[in-house]
Structure formats: structure tokens, C-alpha cells
């Protein structure tokens, strides 16, 4: 997805923001010169993700170390683990199980300190109550499940700690629908904000379900030309994906390949391209979107 004014506007909005409280007052301002350059130097395919990725290399010669998010990764693994029970007997209780798992998956994309800053519980209890009895673009979900009936090969793109235990039942479910099928899960290969990287598949027990590996990179989202190689010939091989959250449709979104993207809406720019409210949730197709 290519760079906006709008992301241009809150990239710098959010690292005025980030800085606001470090250092000296002339290493803020040089600073947000750097950032001014790496977004003024950005090629127009350049996505948010990638240019954050850049920005966080001159974060660190100017403050040090950014925020590390391991202890609160650990804390929202453990929550969603403690509601997996109560979540699995809602989802055996409906008629289609596999649709049930992914809309509480997508209910759970709210739990992103990249986006909200600050991620509150009882927003999340609320949206995962509300999930029971949400809906997900039946055209498209009909599409998916035609598309995964024929295919041989299929790739889940997560994206948050914490919503990965619903990414498992997700999976889970789909092994039942599809036992056919060829499932890898592809996790971050870096530490990104609090996106889920192998520690986090196997705190959740998500490597039990299938196949893990991660995208070879510390960008949050998994663009094709920063990924690994093994991860983009494991993503171009793929008959389907299914990507989760806002960055992996910002960096995926218009390479061609046949992807079903599963997000919240939680930016300004999301909302109105997608008519939506906020938190409201998205399941769109590459092909259609």
C-alpha cells in the first residue's frame, strides 16, 4: 500500500509524540529532521511498517534502545489463554465454527500498542462479547472456502501477541474444515512493537496446531521485498493466504497474490477508506480491495 498525506501526517505526528519526553532538546529536533528525511527519501511503494522500521534505526543512535514489549506480550498471551476456554464453547455452540474462530480472531487485532498507544481490557472484553455475534463479508468468506477447497497450500499471517490464541483456534478449525491442506503459520522474525515472533507461538501453544516459521524480518507487517527468502517463496508457492491486522495490508496489499486480510479498523485513514467506524472489523479480499 502505498505511503498517503495522511500516513506522512501521523508517522510524524507519532514520533514528535515518541520523542517528546527524551533526551535534549537538539537531539529532538535533529531527530525529527531524520524522520522529515527518511519519509521525504521514501520511494512512493514505501509502506508505513518499512519506514517505521528506518526511523527506528535513527531512534536508537539518538535514545537508545526502543520500547520493549516482551513482559506485556507475555501479559496479554496469558490473558487470551485464560479466555481460550470460554471462547472454544461459544465457538462449538454455533453452527459454523471455522466463521465464529475468525471473527473472535479478528476481535482480538484490537490488542495493538502500535496503533492504540495503550491497549484497554475492557475494550477488548467488549469487542470479544460483541464477536459471538458478528459477521464477517459472506461474499468473501464464501470465496475463501471455495478457494481453500481447491488449494493445496495455504499461509496465516499473524500479527499481535495475545490474538494469536484465537489465530490458533482459527487454524485449528481450518485443519478440520481442510485436512487436506497444507497450513504454516508465519510469525515476525524480529522483535516489532508487540507483534507475535516464535516465542510467542509456543507461549500460546500455536506451534502445536502447525507448521511455524517467521517472515525473516523485524519490519511490522511482511513486506515481499524485506522478508526473507524463504518466507517469500513460501508466501509466492502459498494458493492462499490469510493476513492479519492493519500492517500486513499496508505491506502486502497490492503484490498480486491471492490474499484475505482480517483487521480492525483503528486509524483515520483505514476508517475512511473503508466506510467503517472504529475497532469496526474488515474482511477483505487482495483481488477485490
Known sequence: MKLCASCIRCLVDRQEERVRDKGKEEDRDAYMRQVARIIGESA?????????????EVYRQYFGPVTDYDEIKKEFNDLML????????????????LHTAFVFARAANYIDFGMAGQVEKETLFQLLEK??????????YEEMLSDLGKARKMIYVTDNC?????????????KKRFPGLDITVMVRGEAALNDATIEDAIQTGLDKAARITDNGCG???????YVGADARRLLEEADVIVAKGQGNF???????????YSFLCKCDWFRKRFGMEKNKGMFVRERSS
Do not use: F, Q, W
Open 162 to 174: 495475545g490474538e494469536v490464541v484465537c489465530d490458533k483456534l482459527a487454524v485449528e478449525e481450518l
Open 219 to 225: 519490519v511490522a507487517g511482511t513486506p515481499l521485498d
Open 250 to 260: 499496508e505491506t502486502m496489499h497490492g503484490c498480486g497474490l491471492n490474499i484475505y
Open 131 to 140: 464477536a459471538a455475534g458478528d459477521s464477517m463479508d459472506e461474499k468473501v
Open 44 to 56: 512512493p511503494e514505501d509502506s508505513a511498517p518499512v519506514l517505521v522500521e528506518r526511523i527506528n
Open 82 to 97: 485464560s479466555l481460550e476456554p470460554d471462547i472454544r464453547s461459544v465457538m462449538e455452540a454455533g453452527k459454523d465454527p
